[in-house]
């Protein structure tokens, strides 16, 4: 059983960083792509990225292209998602999450059968 804590979370000002890590524990050699979802308070939970836990073929929201980063380090089994020039509007809790088997509905919470705990990040005007 693949189990997911995340880290990096935290208060910044407008058009800052943050990164934020995705530790895996157990097989996570037999997942097939990690995402990034957020959930701001009042709100559904959205996509962000993912990326092919394999091949390392990613894919991003409209609103994190060209700002957000995601990578992965098979050896350490740990997703990174750099987040630069932060906006007030990417306030919300950002879950990891895993799938374990191939779907094409990658940017759909319900494709994704393991979920972290979640961390805060907070953008301030």
């Known amino acids: 059983q693949v189990q997911l804590g995340e880290s990096g979370g935290g208060w910044v000002q407008t058009g800052g960083s943050l990164r934020l890590s995705c530790v895996t524990s157990?097989?996570?050699?037999?997942?097939?792509?990690m995402g990034w979802f957020r959930q701001a308070s009042g709100k559904e939970r959205e996509f962000v990225a993912a990326?092919?836990?394999?091949?390392?073929?990613?894919y991003y929201e409209d609103f994190a292209q060209g700002r957000f980063v995601i990578s992965k380090d098979n050896a350490k089994s740990t997703v990174l998602l750099q987040m630069n020039k932060l906006k007030p509007e990417a306030t919300a809790v950002y879950y990891c999450a895993a799938a374990p088997n191939y779907s094409r509905a990658i940017r759909i919470p319900s494709t994704y059968d393991i979920w972290g705990q979640g961390t805060q990040v907070t953008v301030s005007s």
């Open positions: 990326v092919n836990w394999s091949g390392g073929t990613s």
């Open positions: 157990g097989r996570s050699e037999s997942l097939y792509v």
